[in-house]
């Protein structure tokens, strides 16, 4: 007899083997379950809010069609529709947000370039009067240390504020040129402050949404996993009804990979050997020809769970495109890289 339980010391999964009167923990027992259970399908239920979408998509069918028959709840399948919908116009409207931000940080973009144009016109036009470089006269129009016109939206606008006041003040400034009336300067403030005002409100939305979005998501991964659950309990391992929800099959093997090194080479005049290393997770083969000129497409030769296989009969004079593909109870691999052999005629061989 053996019982189960997880070491408190070492925290892996011990197997305790009652034998003799001697009671002892074991650790190969279980790694070797657990290498097991790494074998087989995993049914993963994505994070993905977008991803969420087309999973539950394939599990809402399988739902309707067996949910009566499997005793699932009576209201799971129009429970997941609704939880699909939701999350569907959440995520609209998390991507419509997005769209309203980047629009917005755009037209914030500009209003800082209209901003730092209209400054450097301005200290162009005072330079004359005032200095060339910085002094303190400069602190006036709103330059801080230096006549480098700032990128940071709240330094232009201290900028903007300063310089306002100080053409305000000095009305005789803008007699000759345009770009030294106060308004214009106090418009461009406006401009300024209102799109970064929109900014950070858009940004407020975008992330109210993205975590309505989530929630909603959240909402989907649940039932999906509760649907998992409870099909692990209703359904064989194997039932090809997993597929019907969108799932692995529980007991399947993952899909072996393509066969590699593969060979062939002409037997004569018209048959073809082909020989291969074993495909990990491969239960069994099956091979597959076009005779070139003939066949539209691949043709099924037969299946083998040896590592060679013989293709007979095959039209003389012809190109033939061979190729293998590997299965298990996961399903078949795509297919080897095509080799192509060229049969012969009896009498091209004499």
Same mark, same amino acid.
């Given at each position: 007899?053996?019982?189960?339980?997880?070491?408190?010391?070492?925290?892996?999964?011990?197997?305790?083997?009652?034998?003799?009167?001697?009671?002892?923990?074991?650790?190969?027992?279980?790694?070797?379950?657990?290498?097991?259970?790494? !074998?087989?399908?995993?049914?993963?239920?994505?994070?993905?809010?977008? !991803?969420?979408?087309?999973?539950?998509?394939?599990?809402?069918?399988?739902?309707?069609?067996?949910?009566?028959? &499997?005793?699932?709840?009576?209201?799971?399948?129009?429970?997941?529709?609704?939880?699909?919908?939701?999350?569907?116009?959440? $995520?609209?409207?998390?991507?419509?947000?997005?769209? $309203?931000? /980047?629009?917005?940080?755009?037209?914030?973009?500009?209003?800082?370039?209209?901003?730092?144009?209209?400054? /450097?016109?301005?200290?162009?036009?005072?330079?004359?009067?005032?200095?060339?470089?910085?002094?303190?006269?400069?602190?006036?129009?709103?330059?801080?240390?230096?006549?480098?016109?700032?990128?940071?939206?709240?330094?232009?606008?201290?900028?903007?504020?300063?310089?306002?006041?100080?053409?305000?003040?000095?009305?005789?400034?803008?007699?000759?040129?345009?770009? &030294?009336?106060?308004?214009?300067?106090?418009? &461009?403030?406006?401009?300024?402050?209102?799109?970064?005002?929109?900014?950070?409100? =858009? =940004?407020?939305?975008?992330?109210?949404?993205?975590?309505?979005?989530?929630?909603?998501?959240?909402?989907?991964?649940?039932?999906? /996993?509760?649907?998992?659950?409870? &099909?692990?309990?209703?359904?064989?391992?194997?039932?090809?009804?997993?597929?019907?929800?969108?799932?692995?099959?529980?007991?399947? +093997?993952?899909?072996? $990979?393509?066969?590699?090194?593969?060979?062939?080479?002409?037997?004569?005049?018209?048959?073809?050997?082909?020989?291969?290393?074993?495909?990990?997770?491969?239960?069994?083969? +099956?091979?597959?020809?076009?005779?070139?000129?003939?066949?539209?497409?691949?043709?099924?030769?037969?299946?083998?769970?040896?590592?060679?296989?013989?293709?007979?009969?095959?039209p003389s004079d012809s190109e033939v495109e061979v190729a293998l593909s590997a299965v298990n109870n996961g399903g078949e691999s795509v297919r080897s890289t095509v080799l192509v052999v060229r049969t012969f005629s009896g009498e091209s061989q004499k």
């Amino acid at each position: 007899m053996f019982f189960c339980k997880k070491s408190v010391v070492t925290g892996q999964h011990e197997v305790l083997f009652e034998n003799s009167g001697q009671v002892g923990w074991k650790l190969s027992f279980f790694a070797a379950f657990e290498s097991f259970l790494g !074998k087989i399908m995993k049914n993963t239920i994505t994070s993905s809010p977008l !991803k969420l979408i087309p999973q539950i998509t394939s599990a809402i069918p399988g739902v309707l069609k067996y949910g009566a028959v &499997l005793g699932l709840p009576a209201n799971m399948g129009t429970s997941m529709q609704a939880k699909k919908g939701a999350l569907i116009a959440s $995520d609209g409207s998390y991507e419509q947000a997005r769209l $309203d931000l /980047r629009n917005a940080t755009a037209a914030r973009r500009l209003a800082i370039r209209k901003v730092r144009n209209h400054i /450097r016109a301005v200290r162009e036009l005072v330079k004359p009067s005032l200095t060339p470089k910085y002094s303190q006269a400069w602190e006036a129009f709103g330059f801080v240390g230096s006549l480098q016109v700032t990128t940071r939206v709240s330094n232009l606008l201290m900028t903007l504020t300063k310089m306002g006041s100080h053409l305000a003040a000095n009305p005789d400034l803008g007699a000759d040129d345009p770009n &030294l009336v106060a308004t214009k300067t106090r418009d &461009l403030e406006t401009m300024l402050m209102t799109a970064n005002t929109v900014v950070n409100q =858009k =940004k407020g939305t975008l992330q109210r949404l993205l975590e309505a979005r989530a929630a909603k998501a959240e909402e989907v991964r649940y039932i999906l /996993r509760e649907l998992s659950s409870a &099909l692990r309990l209703k359904l064989d391992p194997l039932d090809s009804r997993w597929v019907e929800f969108g799932f692995n099959k529980v007991g399947a +093997r993952p899909t072996p $990979d393509a066969p590699t090194g593969v060979t062939a080479v002409l037997l004569g005049t018209n048959a073809i050997s082909i020989r291969w290393p074993a495909t990990p997770r491969a239960e069994h083969y +099956r091979g597959w020809k076009r005779v070139v000129g003939v066949d539209a497409e691949m043709v099924f030769v037969g299946s083998t769970s040896d590592l060679d296989m013989l293709m007979e009969e095959l039209p003389s004079d012809s190109e033939v495109e061979v190729a293998l593909s590997a299965v298990n109870n996961g399903g078949e691999s795509v297919r080897s890289t095509v080799l192509v052999v060229r049969t012969f005629s009896g009498e091209s061989q004499k």
